[in-house]
């Protein structure tokens, strides 16, 4: 049975400064519902995720602020910092952990900079949103065995450009065998998940 993470619900004391904020990170509004008594349910996905954020009035008992440590994955934690700061989004500098793991909670056992050897999973930064609900960005840059992973693209344009240059190597391939490719899904495939940086 698939159990598949579809929404981290966040609570928040003010609802449109909260979306503000939400938008101006880059997020994508998915909806935003309003029903009786102050009921409203706002939604937004972090680009490239399959998982949303909700934020509303009358959806969760949790105190505003309250939740605390909800990891978004970058492939480029520098270039990722330098878009939010841009963005006007207050963010801690790059950061591993002393031990070379995981991060500990709150500052405890930092070090300023990404990590040494730029290991996947082991450079960080983190940012609050208005409320103090805080977020970590990790940089993976390889994905551990079993986890599953999928191309994703900010645009028509982008996949186009992929495609069209799946079709340019696959033209090549072709004329390099001398007859055309009877399995050419499958080496478009493979060809486009090794240009996304995919390992399976």
């Known amino acids: 049975m698939d159990l ?20 101006r990170l880059g997020f994508r509004e998915d909806i935003d519902f309003a029903g009786p008594d102050g009921f409203r349910v706002v939604q937004f996905t972090p680009p490239g995720s399959t998982a949303s954020i909700t934020i ?7 105190t505003p602020g309250s939740a605390q440590g909800v990891h978004l994955v970058v492939d480029d934690i520098d270039a990722a910092r330098a878009k939010l700061v841009a963005r006007g989004i207050e963010v801690s500098e790059v950061f591993h952990d002393a031990d070379g793991a995981f991060h500990h909670a709150g500052d405890r056992n930092r070090v300023a900079g990404p990590d040494p050897e730029r290991k996947s999973y082991a450079s960080f930064l983190s940012f609050q949103d208005p409320d103090g609900n805080g977020f970590v960005l990790q940089e993976v840059t390889s994905r551990m065995p079993g986890r599953i992973s999928h191309v ?14 799946a079709s340019d190597a696959h033209g090549r391939y072709e004329a390099e065998l001398g007859h055309e490719d009877p399995d050419w899904p499958t080496w478009y495939a493979d060809h486009m998940a090794r240009a996304a940086g995919l390992d399976n």
């Open 56 to 62: 509303g009035s009358g959806i969760t008992d949790a």
């Open 152 to 165: 994703v693209y900010d645009s028509r344009e982008q996949l186009t450009a992929a495609l069209r240059d």
């Open 4 to 23: 598949k993470l579809e929404i981290v619900v966040l609570p928040v004391t003010d609802v449109d400064r909260a979306k503000e904020f939400y938008t």
